[in-house]
């Protein structure tokens, strides 16, 4: 099979085009295996539109049922289109109406059908560069005519490898320095006398898995009584550990072992979830409508904006904002392969959905600090070259919401492309920061091994548990918090020195370490104070 085939069927008969669905072939294929089985049970993720646009943040947290009643699905749509799938043939296994989903089950050949597609099995190097088996479309969907403009994104048809994990582990002797977390809230100036009391985080992966006997060890060792942990699983998936200790199961114990110890009295929900553009929204959704509501979601995993369907970057930010509105801080990683995010194209790119207005983004540091003191020496853009570098730069997809306007559009000045005109960029990556050089990183035990890692995808975890922090301080939860830190005058100590490849660090925010890395002390006061 060529790269550049078309396997999209015709519309079928009372269909039309389903905008922003069109999904080009797979990059790296290694093999094509001819058409998937015809008869083979699969699910898919169905979005509806919303009943009424979320165009502004509420004050205060939205409950679920007025979510729902709000800005969920209409009753005639949910309704219109349960109705309209299950006469096609299709199982109705959920129907959400403050989500907006539904999830759908039938076999290749009936879903292929409705939603005018076919499906081949091929197998493609994914963005994590291994080798993986999947189903496979490209081109456009089609949907019930009767559906148009009330289905918006249908996910999870092709299973493709969606996102990557940011992060870089190296053997704890080769590390020049690390840190411990509690030792990195002594040196980020945590709040004293917050240990994430009444507070949940949601963490989601979308692969590997953790053991206790690991947690238990690494907490007892930093003389922490651990977290409560619990792992939910999503669309089949499971916690799975025992894999890989330098991949999904590293990015996993990271995220875990960073939240349980900087907010060690928080409860824990692990969400794991197939890596597809279907699994990793429902992870999300799941995390965020759950009850209690978290105070935080931290997600460590993304890929460049236009490895993105539209249908899905779209159905993603607004995942993102039903879950501001409910009152969760969801914290993304921003990547770890500079401004280019590892694209070959020679251009720069943002990572999604750390590019998405409604996540906080986290970019990445180099620390250098006394633990004893947690007096900083020296802290900088990491950068230890193109694929071992924070991300950070514009959004080609989202504007520059109204908490960045008047911020510079900074390149480095021997860059010879041209600066854009004021205004004129997108949404600005990252947000904050926080140490991720893998050179001076977070000490960890994953399988039985101590060893340090670095990357965003620490950051991410680093930025949920001070979240919960301040929830537990104030009495409050958040949902999006940058018009808040980005009106704040204290909070952050700014990282002047340094570049990500294309942008160079500056006073104030700049598109490597955004408005700098915490101060958690100063941060609540200021956003205790009103200053």
């Known amino acids: 099979m060529s790269e550049h085939s078309n396997t999209t069927s015709r519309p079928a008969v009372g269909s039309v085009p389903l905008p922003g669905s069109e999904r080009p072939p797979a ?45 969920g699905a209409a009753a005639a749509d949910l309704r219109l289109a349960t109705d309209t799938f299950t006469r096609l043939g299709a199982e109705i296994l959920d129907a959400d109406p403050a989500a907006r989903r539904l999830r759908l089950a039938g076999t290749v050949e009936l879903l292929s059908r ?32 009767e559906l148009e403009g009330i289905v918006t994104a249908v996910l999870g048809l092709d299973d493709r490898p969606q996102a990557r994990a940011q992060f870089h582990a190296i053997p704890l002797t080769a590390a020049r320095t690390s840190y411990t977390p509690p030792e990195l809230a002594r040196i980020y100036n945590f709040p004293a006398g917050a240990d994430g009391s009444g507070q949940g985080v949601a963490i989601i992966e979308l692969g590997g898995g953790f ?17 409560r942990i619990t792992a939910v699983g999503v669309d089949g998936a499971v916690n799975h550990p025992g894999q890989d200790p ?53 997600i460590s995993w993304g890929q460049s904006e236009d490895a993105w369907t539209e249908q899905a970057r779209t159905a993603f930010d607004q ?38 207005p409604h996540a906080l983004a986290c970019g990445g ?24 570098a924070t991300g950070g730069g514009y959004s080609d997809t989202f504007p520059a919401p109204a908490w960045q306007n008047g911020l510079a559009a900074r390149t480095r000045r021997h860059n010879p492309a041209p600066k854009p005109a004021p205004g004129s960029h997108g ?48 009495n ?37 370490t955004g408005l700098g890395s915490p101060d958690g002390t100063a941060l609540l006061a200021a956003i205790t104070s009103g200053h």
């Open 427 to 474: 949404r600005g990556v990252p947000d904050v920061s926080g140490v991720a050089d893998p050179q001076t990183g977070y000490k960890v035990r994953v399988e039985s091994k101590d060893m340090v890692i670095g990357g965003t995808s620490a950051v991410a975890p680093l930025w949920a548990a001070l979240i919960a922090l301040l929830a537990q301080s104030t």
């Open 211 to 227: 053991g206790q006997d690991d947690l238990d060890t690494y907490f007892a060792g930093l003389g922490i009584t651990g977290p």
């Open 365 to 388: 540091t180099r620390l250098d600090a006394d633990t004893a003191t947690g007096t900083i020496s020296s802290e900088t853009v990491w950068n230890d070259g193109p694929h071992s």
């Open 246 to 298: 330098t991949g999904a199961d590293g990015e996993v114990l990271l995220d875990i072992e960073v939240v349980g110890a900087l907010a060690p009295k928080a409860d824990i929900l692990v969400y794991f979830a197939p890596n597809t553009d279907a699994g990793f929204l429902d992870a999300i959704i799941n995390a965020s409508h759950a009850t209690p509501t978290p105070a935080a979601i931290s």
């Open 27 to 71: 990059e790296r294929i290694q093999a094509a295996h001819g058409p998937a089985d015809p008869s083979r049970r699969i699910e898919v993720t169905v979005i509806l539109r919303r009943r009424e646009p979320l165009t502004q943040m509420p004050a205060e947290p939205m409950s679920r049922g007025e979510l729902a009643a709000g800005h």
């Open 319 to 356: 995942a993102l904002a039903d879950a501001s509105a409910l009152g969760v801080t969801v914290t993304a990683a921003a990547g770890d392969n500079g401004s280019s995010d590892g694209a070959t194209d020679g251009k720069d790119h943002a990572d999604f959905p750390a590019s998405s």
């Open 114 to 145: 409705i939603f005018g597609t076919s499906l081949e099995e091929v197998t493609s190097s994914g963005p994590h560069g291994h080798d993986v088996t999947h189903r496979h479309r490209t081109g456009s969907l089609t949907i019930p005519a």
């Open 476 to 512: 409050r939860h958040f949902g999006q918090i940058q018009p808040l830190l980005y009106s704040r005058k204290a909070g952050f100590r700014d990282v002047t020195s340094g570049n990500n490849g294309t942008y160079q660090a500056a006073s104030g925010w700049d598109p490597c």
